[in-house]
Nanobody, 126 residues
Framework: QLQLVESGGGLVQPGGSLTLSCAGS????????IAWFRQAPNKERERVSC????????NYGDSVEGRFTISRDNAKNMVFLQMDNLKPEDTAVYFC???????????????????WGQGTQVTVSS
């Protein structure tokens, strides 16, 4: 059974940092592109960032470019989202999602993400 579990959310002050983790089980994450999405109350789900199966290709949304960094450790079956200089508008539930499997590396932006975690809450407030 394919499962993704997010962790690392919490309450942080504006300007602070958090690192989210996404752990995969039941499948080898190395064959999947992974994306982080977020959804704030009364707003549509937004893709924040994605990373290709090898980690060689990354993509960021305009609202987080330069502040967030996505990475992965395929040996540990994990993907991370380092979030710096957090703003109140980053407050949302963050989800990781897997797309694949890919036999050949693909650009992560065009992948159809179908397997989802349960989400972790990030609140940025003073």
């Amino acid at each position: 059974q394919l499962q993704l579990v997010e962790s690392g959310g919490g309450l942080v002050q504006p300007g602070g940092s958090l690192t989210l983790s996404c752990a995969g089980s039941g499948f080898d994450l190395a064959y999947y592109s992974i994306a982080w999405f977020r959804q704030a109350p009364n707003k549509e789900r937004e893709r924040v960032s994605c990373i290709s199966s090898s980690g060689g290709n990354q993509n960021y949304g305009d609202s987080v470019e330069g502040r967030f960094t996505i990475s992965r450790d395929n040996a540990k079956n994990m993907v991370f989202l380092q979030m710096d200089n957090l703003k109140p508008e980053d407050t949302a539930v963050y989800f990781c999602s897997a797309g694949g499997p890919h036999l050949v590396e693909r650009l992560c932006k065009g992948v159809d993400y179908k397997t989802w975690g349960q989400g972790t809450q990030v609140t940025v407030s003073s």
